[in-house]
């Protein structure tokens, strides 16, 4: 039996400012059919990204039909900070 299932991977920021409230979204698909939407489980964890860090994400499904699913996409969400030096969040 799976216990565990979902998409483990690394946001950079490549932009020129930091960015805060990172949020990353799977979203599960049957063809053109979504079968759901996940969102990272530790978007809390940060929230200060400088540029050229990394950040690990994981991404759990839950309670769907997994073995319906023939692709997915990866999206990535997050708020431009202005000014740049106010955090002290590094990670990767």
């Known amino acids: 039996m799976i216990e565990n299932v979902g998409v483990m991977g690394v946001a950079e920021n490549v932009g020129d400012d930091p960015l805060d409230d990172i949020e990353i979204e799977v979203t599960l698909n049957d063809g053109d059919t979504v079968i759901g939407e996940f969102i990272d489980t530790s978007t809390e964890d940060i929230d200060y990204l400088r540029p050229g860090n990394d950040w690990r ?11 319906d699913a023939t692709n997915f996409t990866i999206s990535a969400d997050a708020e431009v900070v202005e000014g740049g030096d106010a955090g002290t969040n590094e990670t990767g």
């Open 57 to 67: 994400f994981d991404v759990v499904f839950e309670d769907e039909s997994l073995s």
